[in-house]
């Protein structure tokens, strides 16, 4: 997947949300919760994970789907907490290089 900016991600993260939707919410929950436990300490999967997590957001926000957009909501602010409070220095120059 290519995003706006150019970036080429590195994860399969779009395409295992959008798996996971077809199975319903608790399909989505487990995936990120796999998803965050195991890369939450790679910057570049970390922040794959909080951009993709905010499309999702908005992707179900403009398809009235409430409760899904919600959802991705919550852990795109989960993601971007936990990057605050645990990556500094070019880690973090690198996430808000992707992320703005």
């Known amino acids: 997947m290519t995003l706006a900016n150019g970036y080429e991600t590195k994860t399969t993260f779009w395409e295992d949300f959008t798996i996971a939707e077809v199975f319903g919410d608790h399909a989505v929950k487990d995936t990120f919760n796999r998803a ?11 922040t794959e994970l909080a951009v993709v997590t905010n499309l999702k957001c908005w992707q179900w926000y403009e398809k009235g789907n409430d409760k899904l957009s919600k959802l991705y909501s ?3 602010y989960k993601v971007q907490d936990y990057v605050y409070s645990h990556f500094k220095g070019e880690d973090i120059d ?3 290089n992707i992320t703005d």
């Open 74 to 76: 919550d852990y795109y």
């Open 94 to 96: 690198y996430y808000f």
């Open 36 to 46: 965050f436990k195991e890369w939450k300490n790679d910057i570049t999967y970390v």
